[in-house]
């Protein structure tokens, strides 16, 4: 953010849009979005790059082991016929599921104090594979700075 040249500086408005400064419910947001992303959804075949990239980001963090942080009726509630996976995209796809077809759970767990560096995490994981120039989620940083 700090340059030499006061022109390719960001502006006020571009610094306080960054991602650092978002609040919890457009993080979420972010996140459920994330979940959605193809490769996201294919957590159970997904590809090894993919899958080691996302083992060197997760190390030692706040959602190793997500499964067993959260309710466990919740947990059985999701699970269906198939658990998800206690990896990094098992967790992006619960949290895009539970969006979208449990939202009365929501308020249940609070995701931003459970999981406090997941965020970040999944921010700059997606951000080097280049995810966050797609469609899907180009407007989330877009929106209104209220947001």
């Not at 997904?46 to 997500?66: G, P, V």
Request: hydrophobic residues 35%.
């Amino acid at each position: 953010m700090i340059n030499e040249n006061p022109d390719d500086r960001p502006t006020v408005e571009e610094t306080l849009n960054h991602p650092l400064f978002w609040k919890p419910q457009r993080r979420v947001e972010y996140l459920r979005r994330i979940g959605n992303e193809k490769e996201v959804g294919k957590y159970s075949d997904a590809d090894q790059k993919l899958l080691e990239a996302l083992k060197q980001s997760a190390t030692e963090r706040s959602f190793c082991q997500w499964r067993s942080k959260l309710p466990s009726e919740l947990m059985k509630k999701m699970d269906g016929k198939q658990p998800y996976p206690e990896n990094m995209l098992g967790l992006l796809r619960f949290i895009r599921n539970l969006h979208e077809h449990n939202a009365e759970d929501l308020e249940s767990v609070d995701l931003m104090n459970m999981f406090p560096d997941l965020f970040g995490c999944v921010y700059m994981l997606a951000k080097k594979q280049s995810w966050n120039s797609r469609p899907g989620l180009k407007n989330v940083f877009q929106r209104d700075l209220r947001s």
